[in-house]
């Protein structure tokens, strides 16, 4: 329950407050731009099931893993252009958020590995 509560929080709230930070006078518009950035969860529509609550997204699918994530890294930080660059910090911000979620689930599973929650990655 608090990791559902604390991942939809990161994902839908706490980006208001980045928005809030990167531009005090578009702070809403920006929010709207930051929520857009979930749209990457599109690639969850190309899996087997598309929803699988214990699955971690990191590694496994396309725009989650680990040749696209540091890209949106990069870009975070280097890409001048306002507006793309926020879009950068959302994804860059949303991976963060679902890796807390896959640590959390690591945490919480006694008997898995890490290679079996991180099943897209090893
Ligand atoms: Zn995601």
Redo the contacts with the bound molecule.
Sequence with gaps: MLQTITHYFLHFFFIGAIAYWYDKNNWKKYWLLLLATML??LDHLLATPIFSPGRC?IGFHLL?SEYVIPLYFLGAVFIKHKIIRLIMIGLAF?MIT?FIDCLWMLSKCEACSAAEVFEGLF
């Design positions: 990457v969860d997204s989650h949303h679902d």
